[in-house]
């Protein structure tokens, strides 16, 4: 019995550090202290953090990020994910 938990703590060690690792956005935080620096409250940051990365990548997020121009099509979708994102964030009573 004591075999098959040592043998669930490493399963579950393992998937806490690949989740950790490797899943985890390097942008999210970045993304949600500019928003905050730009003028919004913490939960509406969180909130628009969540809905931007859940639509781009991380290498998306962080071109729009650095404001580094892309087609006209990208751009397009950037601000409406961003206007739809800030009006989600403010009617969801967040």
Known sequence: MSKVLVWISIVM??????KTQ????????PFRDGCIAGGGTEVQCNCLSDYVHER???????????????DSAFETKVEQTIMAGTLA??????
């Open 13 to 18: 060690l393992a998937i806490y550090v690949v």
């Open 89 to 94: 964030c403010q009617t969801s009573g967040q």
């Open 56 to 70: 781009f990548s991380d290498n998306e997020v962080t071109s729009i990020m650095r404001m580094e121009k892309g």
């Open 22 to 29: 490797y899943l985890a956005s390097k942008t999210w935080e």
